[in-house]
């Protein structure tokens, strides 16, 4: 306990043993309306223990509870305000206090969704009204937790959080790659779902089978001068170091097929129930429907998916993968990113030829004028990819043929849906999924002359990629 934390907790102690929580009459109105009426009424009025299993009750009863009336002596609140005070004075301005916790507060908040997937929250409440959801994390967390969390945040400590996020993405197994990350498949049956997941009866058959990704998080500062700090200020981060947005493209490289972000949504643990609304970035719509059959008995769907649809990732691939591909060079995130757009089965196959050809042009040019693209992206794969001059000169017409229809696309719009270009399409993936992991693990190519002239021996073009 830091000596500036151990005033609050005895104020806290002291504020508990007196207090207790009018949880008011809740009646319905017309509609869907309720109003909540607050007199102390016997059977209405509870104290700190009754109240904090109201917060980890149904949600019905959490609500209740949160809106609970804080009856405490106007000696033991003067005491306790102090002591709060003396903490979080430095960030207090005109009796109000800023969080990047998204509290219940009472004069503003915002809330947005950043282009690297972090969900912001800038709340700002007036000094009582904060003191009241201190008081109440005293509850949940017991006194000392509670303390020494505000102490940490008053001097600068992040607030750490977890990110839930919906994966497309079939496992057979839980994985814990990184410390701080969890990848977890979810159930194949609607009955099974977990309650916390954001499903609707229309939505919920798009979770079966995908993956939640659950990883830790953190935000700071977790306190601070109303004014002073906007949402897009706040320093967000996973624990583990990686970007989010690595996570499905290492994961889409490693499968073989693209992987997206469906509903995302930040879980604060204990103090869940003490949150605000939560904001999901995201829906279940973004998360294409599985392509295997379903089974519908007494109201409960179960999918049925066929063993070439679940992948068998290795939990340490995994781990070294998510760091390399977060740490990579913008060119190769550029590729990689391209390749997965490539995958999409839903887009059209104009649009899939063109992202493939810009995720090959990252790869293999080095963006000098009047290069001769055609001719270079060919030649560049075959001897980066190609084991003996036959397979040069299969990678060679595969990388000409995809690069033409690509070209194709760009100036009409359109490539016709053969069979012969589903094919092609197919196998330059593939190839560009090789350059890929050859890159990733090796990094770029210096010199390509020296490659293509045998001065310098080329990356192991027979590393074991081939999964797809």
């Avoid at 009472?106 to 947005?112: E, G, K, N």
């Avoid at 036959?390 to 719009?413: C, E, F, N």
């Avoid at 197919?426 to 490659?451: M, N, T, Y």
Wanted: negative net charge; proline residues 7%; hydrophobic residues 40%.
């Amino acid at each position: 306990m830091t000596p500036s934390a151990q005033p609050l907790e005895n104020a806290f102690l002291r504020s508990l043993a007196d207090a207790t929580f009018d949880i008011g009459r809740t009646e319905h109105q017309d509609g869907h309306d309720t109003t909540t009426t607050f007199a102390a009424r016997p059977g209405e009025v509870v104290g700190s223990d009754a109240l904090a299993a109201m917060l980890r009750a149904s949600p019905e009863e959490s609500r209740r509870a949160r809106g609970a009336r804080i009856m405490l002596g106007p000696t033991a609140r003067s005491e306790l305000a102090d002591a709060l005070r003396n903490i979080v004075e430095p960030h207090v301005v005109s009796d109000r206090i800023a969080t990047a916790i998204p509290i219940p507060h009472d004069v503003d908040s915002v809330t947005t969704g950043t282009e690297d997937r972090f969900i912001k929250h800038v709340n700002v409440s007036s000094f009582d009204h904060f003191l009241d959801w201190t008081f109440r994390c005293a509850v949940v967390l017991g006194p000392d937790r509670a303390a020494q969390l505000l102490a940490g945040w008053a001097t600068g400590e992040p607030f750490c959080y977890r990110i839930n996020a919906v994966l497309s993405l079939t496992i057979d197994q839980k994985l814990s790659p990184m410390p701080g990350v969890e990848l977890s498949p979810l159930p194949l049956a609607t009955d099974e779902l977990p309650s916390f997941l954001p499903t609707r009866p229309d939505t919920e058959t798009r979770f079966l089978g995908q993956t939640l990704l659950v990883a830790e998080a953190t935000v700071q500062p977790a306190i601070f001068r109303p004014g002073q700090t906007l949402a897009n200020d706040l320093t967000s981060r996973l624990v583990c170091g990686c970007d989010l947005s690595a996570i499905p493209h290492a994961l889409s490289l490693l499968a073989g097929t693209l992987v997206v972000f469906g509903p995302q949504w930040d879980d604060y643990g204990d103090l869940g129930s003490l949150a605000g609304t939560t904001a999901v970035l995201g829906t279940a719509h973004n998360l294409p429907l599985p392509s295997a059959s379903y089974e519908t008995k007494r109201s409960v769907t179960t999918l049925r998916p066929d063993g070439d649809q679940v992948s068998n990732l290795d939990e340490t691939e995994v781990g070294v993968a998510m760091p390399q591909v977060s740490n990579a060079n913008p060119r190769f995130r550029t590729g990689l990113s391209r390749w997965c757009s490539s995958q999409a089965q839903d887009a059209g196959l104009a649009a899939r030829f063109i992202d493939l050809r810009i995720a090959l042009e990252a790869l293999f040019l080095d963006y000098r004028p009047q290069q001769e693209y055609r001719f270079r992206i060919p030649i560049s794969a075959a001897w980066l990819l190609g084991r003996d001059g036959p397979d040069r000169d299969r990678i060679w017409k595969i990388m000409q043929k995809s690069y033409d229809l690509a070209s194709s696309a760009v100036h009409t719009g359109s490539v016709d849906r053969t069979n012969d270009n589903l094919q092609l399409l197919s196998e330059a993936q593939a190839l560009c999924r090789r350059a890929l992991f050859l890159f990733l693990h090796h990094g770029p190519v210096p010199k390509w002359s020296d490659i293509f002239l045998g001065v310098a021996a080329h990356p192991d073009a027979t590393l074991d990629t081939d999964t797809d």
